[in-house]
């Protein structure tokens, strides 16, 4: 694939006054670079949670960076979660392709470590399969006593609510998601917009009204009305989940100031014979609702 760039050629007169120089014209002209495709990967989206559900596992095949090939979902893999007890073997969707789920009644246990294991797959059209795993833990998670709901107005583009907190730190060394829903819809729906946070400072603490959310009026999704529903979830995750997520968000945004360093990878916790990206996630689950007034 080639790529028509603009590059201007600057044309300078010298003059008299020492090293001076005066910008004269400019021109252009058509260069023509190509793009290699780069190593394709399996990509993995999938956790286990205290939930009692269909855990859920996406398999993906990347593309390349000019996004000439879109993301492929992997078909007819063999994907399990066990926590060296129990096994629970996970079944492809039979509409959604490449999500494989588990039976509904498969829930995880707090302090347990939970390994996702995934096998016939050929990622890199080789002829030969290749194996995948990753581990991640579940740990527990703080309770919520209680959440507002505030608004508050800095400028006239610059409104909206603030999430505030109310629950005692269960103390040591805790990482935390919380995730808002709306009328039982999630509105971060994204890794991006996941509010991640570790409890420094808050070590066996009470948080008294902590702004843990802020949902903006300028977006439609989380414009409140009163009688809207607001659920908090609050989820205890690991520090490698945390860091994974803090990266996404970093890799996402864009490069300020516009000679910082390049970007690269997030960490991933799945280990492979081949290239994998992605994160398998384990985590506790607490949630509280009110009625927006």
């Known amino acids: 694939m080639q790529m028509k760039i603009y590059i201007k050629k600057l044309k300078f007169i010298p003059v008299v006054f020492g090293l001076t120089a005066i910008l004269f014209g400019a021109c252009t002209e058509d260069i023509y670079p190509s793009f290699d495709s780069t190593t394709t990967r399996l990509v993995v989206d999938g956790s286990i949670t205290t939930d009692t559900t269909e855990q859920q596992v996406t398999l993906l095949k990347s593309g390349d960076p000019l996004n000439r090939n879109p993301l492929l979902y992997v078909s007819n893999a063999i994907v399990s979660i066990t926590d ?3 096994t629970y073997n996970l079944t492809e969707d039979s509409v959604k392709k490449g999500v494989y789920k588990t039976k509904p009644n498969v829930f995880g246990k707090i302090g347990k ?12 059209n080789d002829g030969v399969f290749e194996n995948y795993s990753a581990s991640d833990s579940i740990k527990e998670i703080n309770p919520i006593d209680s959440f507002k709901i505030v608004y508050q107005v800095n400028g006239p583009q610059d409104k909206g609510w603030l999430v505030l907190l109310y629950s005692r730190d269960i103390g040591g060394r805790n990482f935390y998601a919380i995730k808002i829903k709306k009328n039982d819809v999630l509105i971060t729906d994204s890794l991006k917009e996941i509010s991640i946070s570790p409890n420094t400072g ?14 903006s009026d300028s977006k439609r999704d989380e414009r409140l009305k009163i009688g809207d529903k607001i659920t908090m979830e609050l989820e205890g995750i690991t520090e490698e989940y945390f860091n994974f997520i803090d990266g996404s968000k970093q890799e996402s945004q864009p ?12 960490l991933t916790n799945i280990k492979s014979t081949n290239n994998a990206v992605g994160f398998f996630a384990a985590y506790s689950i607490q949630r509280k609702s009110l009625i927006y007034k």
């Not at 470590?113 to 890199?124: A, G, P």
């Not at 808050?202 to 949902?215: H, I, M, P, Q």
Request: no cysteine; net charge neutral.
């Open 202 to 215: 808050f070590e066996g603490r009470y948080y008294t009204g902590l702004s843990v959310y802020a949902l």
């Open 255 to 266: 490069k300020i100031p516009i000679f910082s360093g390049p970007s690269a990878n997030v």
């Open 113 to 124: 470590k939970y390994t996702l294991n995934i096998s016939n797959v050929d990622i890199n």
């Open 84 to 86: 060296g007890t129990d």
